[in-house]
């Protein structure tokens, strides 16, 4: 089965995206998820000028020697953008393989492992009563896994509070702007939130919490000792994890359990995170580390240091990457938690799929493939907006981690 032709779609139903479609010579086609969050351009040229014209003739079926071509070949290995592009291909060869077996991708992986995905929505609010009744909608909706954010006293802005809570979209001006941050203020009202959350729901709610890489070593493990009576699902992201031994001393003075991974790129990014057992879930992205080949790798390695999945979901990653991720998610036996913040309505209608959301749960579909495809007419009515993450700055003007 040979690849004929191969193209990249890019368009902003809400938000941009980029996609990959590659075909075959037997009438069979794969669809790929390439979206880089504000630098989805830059993964475009990474495929029209230097993978694409490489694929055109190969076998669809050697997907472990089409990656090891675009990982090993190029010399230039692993980065958020060469990854994401590798991801794409990967994702849209898995989904022809399967479709060529007439089976759904977590057949074709090994089987299912379980019914039914645990996922995850997000709650926030301006503050803590804001946030609170987020938390009660989303249950409402049947979720029994909420991340609860609210907006800090004294800054004008917070990470994870958006004036939508259903559809969060942080990518919002054509060029960066600009938040404020303070860590002390922070660090202080955090835990009255989670305080107050528990008094409102009880203990059964599982609850999880994202820092977004803002906090020191010792600053995020005053925070884990100090949620540690709340009981957090998660604690993510808590430190910039490009120094990974920062987490052996949060872990030397809490027990609330730690999650991160959605900046890496690759196995090697997270290799002494998993193997000092220093994080409890890995966050890793099929889009952003090469795809289900490499992911597969990564949580096989993971599974020997009692580390569970717990990959990033947020509208940023396509339905096509949520309709491969389910699939991976059935099958892969230390399966932890799935991120699952919903795309708009314009957005799924762009990319048909059959997964499906009940009770706290998502399913993946029994269609041949992941499940996802695209409507590409419908897609071109929504060209390309630039759009950027924002930047953050201390009190004091300081650029910082955003």
């Avoid at 009563?129 to 800054?155: D, N």
């Avoid at 060029?175 to 835990?191: A, G, V």
């Avoid at 580390?307 to 998610?329: E, I, N, Q, R, Y």
């Avoid at 309505?345 to 996802?372: I, K, N, R």
């Amino acid at each position: 089965m040979k690849i004929t032709a191969a193209r990249v779609i890019v368009c902003s139903p809400g938000r941009n995206f980029v996609t990959l479609k590659i075909e075959t010579d037997q009438g069979l086609y794969g669809i790929g998820d390439a979206t880089l969050n504000g630098r989805e351009l830059a993964v475009v040229s990474m495929l029209n000028e230097h993978m694409l014209p490489c694929l055109i003739g190969r076998d669809a079926g050697q997907i472990e020697d089409i990656w090891q071509y675009f990982y090993r070949g190029v010399y230039w290995r692993r980065g958020p953008v060469n990854m994401t592009a590798l991801a794409a291909v990967d994702m849209a060869l898995w989904d022809i393989k399967a479709k060529a077996a007439a089976m759904p991708l977590y057949q074709l992986l090994g089987g299912r492992s379980r019914d039914k995905v645990l996922v995850y929505g997000h709650a926030n609010g301006n503050d803590i009563e804001q946030t609170i009744e987020a938390v009660a909608k989303y249950r409402e909706l049947g979720y029994q896994a909420i991340r609860a954010q609210s907006g800090v006293p004294g800054l004008a802005s917070t990470y994870g509070v958006s004036k939508d809570t259903l559809f969060y979209e942080p990518a919002d001006a054509d060029l960066p702007t600009e938040n404020l941050w303070s860590t002390s203020k922070y660090l202080n009202h955090t835990p009255k939130l989670f305080a107050e959350l528990r008094r409102q729901f009880g203990d059964e709610l599982h609850l999880l919490h994202d820092v977004h890489h803002r906090l020191t070593p010792i600053e995020a493990a005053r925070l884990g000792k100090e949620l540690e009576p709340y009981k957090l699902f998660w604690l993510e992201d808590a430190v910039p994890a490009e120094l990974q031994q920062g987490f052996r001393l949060i872990r030397q003075h809490t027990t609330t359990p730690l999650a991160v991974g959605e900046v890496f790129s690759s196995i090697h990014d997270c290799q002494q995170l998993i193997s000092e057992q220093l994080i409890d879930y890995i966050r890793t992205t099929l889009v952003h580390a090469g795809g289900i080949t490499h992911l597969r790798r990564i949580a096989a390695l993971a599974e020997l240091y009692h580390v569970k999945t717990g990959f990033h979901g947020a509208t940023d990653l396509s339905p096509v990457t949520m309709g491969a991720a389910l699939h991976f998610d059935s099958w892969v036996p230390n399966f932890g938690i799935q991120e699952y913040m919903r795309h708009t309505d314009e957005t799924d209608a762009v990319f048909p799929h059959d997964y499906y959301f009940e009770q706290g749960f998502l399913h993946c579909g029994e269609s041949p493939g992941h499940g996802v495809d695209i409507d590409e007419k419908l897609a071109a009515k929504y060209p390309y907006k630039r759009a950027y993450l924002p930047v953050n700055r201390l009190e004091d003007g300081t650029l910082f981690n955003w």
